[in-house]
C-alpha cells in the first residue's frame, strides 16, 4: 500500500516560460504617483497594481486602482492583459473605468528591468491620441511615466509613480 500523497502530480513550473522573463514585475505594488497636464491642474495619488500570472497561460493580467492621496476617495481604475513574445516584444490591452481603451506595442529588458509601451489604438476617445508608458524596476521599486497627447497638445508626461512590492 502506498502512503498518501504518493502519486502526486507533477507540480508546475512557477512561471510560464514566455512570462519568466517580466517576472520582475508580478506581484502586488502600492506607493504613491503625481499627475498633471497643461489642461488640468496638478495632483497626488495612491495607486494599487497587480500583475498576476496563472503557469499554463503565456500571459499577465493587470489590475490597476487609484485614489485621491488626501482623502482616500476612488480616482481612476483599469484593467488587461500584457502578453510577452519571445522576441522580447510585449503586446498590451488596457480598458480603463472612463471607458477608454488602449492597445499597445512594446519591448521589455529583463536585465535591465525595463518595459517601454506605445499606443497603436486609443479607442472610444475622443481627446487622446497617444500613450506611452515606461517602467522599471529598481532597488526592490517599480516606477513609471505615462506620457500622453491630444488633440490640442502633443506628447508630454501626464503621470509618474513609485511603488513597492507588499
Known amino acids: 500500500m502506498e502512503a498518501a500523497g504518493a502519486a502526486t502530480p507533477p507540480q508546475p513550473p512557477a512561471t510560464h516560460p514566455v512570462v519568466a522573463p517580466l517576472a520582475f514585475l508580478l506581484g502586488k505594488w502600492r506607493g504613491e504617483g503625481e499627475g498633471s497636464f497643461p489642461t488640468i ?3 497626488r495619488y495612491g ?7 496563472h503557469p499554463s497561460k503565456p500571459v499577465i493580467s493587470y489590475t490597476q486602482k487609484t485614489w485621491k492621496a488626501a482623502s482616500g476617495e476612488p480616482m481612476h481604475a483599469e484593467s488587461g492583459y500584457w502578453r510577452p513574445r519571445p522576441d522580447g516584444t510585449l503586446e498590451v490591452v488596457i480598458s480603463q473605468s472612463t471607458g477608454l481603451a ?3 506595442k512594446g519591448s521589455y529588458d529583463a ?3 525595463t518595459v517601454t509601451l506605445q499606443s497603436e489604438l486609443v ?3 475622443s481627446k487622446v491620441k497617444q500613450i506611452t508608458r ?3 524596476v529598481a532597488d526592490g521599486e517599480l516606477s513609471y ?6 488633440i490640442t497638445t502633443s506628447l ?3 503621470l509618474k509613480a513609485l511603488l513597492k512590492k507588499i
Open 145 to 150: 511615466v505615462v506620457q500622453m497627447a491630444t
Open 123 to 125: 479607442g472610444n476617445a
Open 41 to 43: 491642474s496638478s495632483f
Open 134 to 136: 515606461a517602467f522599471q
Open 47 to 53: 495607486e494599487e497594481l497587480l500583475f498576476s500570472h
Open 102 to 104: 488602449e492597445v499597445q
Open 156 to 158: 508630454q508626461p501626464h
Open 111 to 113: 536585465e535591465k528591468k
